[in-house]
C-alpha cells in the first residue's frame, strides 16, 4: 500500500503563487511517474504536470510556463510550484504515482486532494 499526502494548497489573489508537496509512504521498491491532476466545480479530472525518477515532465498547454514540476526522490515527494496564479487554476488538486510493489507489479496511486482557490 502506498499513501500520497498533499500540502499547500490554500487561498491566493491572481497573480500570486503557491507551492504544493505530495511525499509518498508505504511498502514500494520505486516510483517512476509522479505528478498533478486537478478537478474543478462541474469539470473532469485534468492532467497539470507529470515528472519521471529522471525528471521529464509533461504539462497542460494551460499552464506551460506558469507551474514547474519538481521532485526529490530521496524523499519520494513531488512538488508543484504555481506562479501567476490565474482564477481558472480554481480546483482541487490530486496528486499520483506510479509505484512498483514488490512480487505485485506496478499500480498507480491517488491523494485525497489538496484545495487551490484563486481569487480576482
Known amino acids: 500500500q502506498v499513501h500520497l499526502v498533499e500540502s499547500g494548497g490554500g487561498l491566493v489573489q491572481a497573480g500570486g503563487s503557491l507551492r504544493l508537496s505530495c511525499a509518498a509512504s508505504?511498502?514500494?521498491?520505486?516510483?517512476?511517474?509522479m505528478g498533478w491532476y486537478r478537478q474543478a466545480p462541474g469539470k473532469q479530472r485534468e492532467l497539470v504536470a507529470t515528472?519521471?525518477?529522471?525528471?521529464?515532465?509533461v504539462y497542460a498547454d494551460s499552464v506551460k510556463g506558469r507551474f514547474t514540476a519538481s521532485r526529490d526522490n530521496a524523499k519520494n515527494t513531488v512538488y508543484l510550484q504555481m506562479n501567476s496564479l490565474k482564477p481558472e487554476d480554481t480546483a482541487v488538486y490530486y496528486c499520483t504515482a506510479d509505484a512498483a510493489i514488490p512480487k505485485i507489479g506496478v499500480y498507480n496511486y491517488w491523494g485525497q486532494g489538496t484545495q487551490v482557490i484563486v481569487s480576482s
Open positions: 515528472i519521471t525518477g529522471s525528471g521529464t515532465t
Open positions: 508505504g511498502t514500494f521498491l520505486n516510483i517512476n511517474r
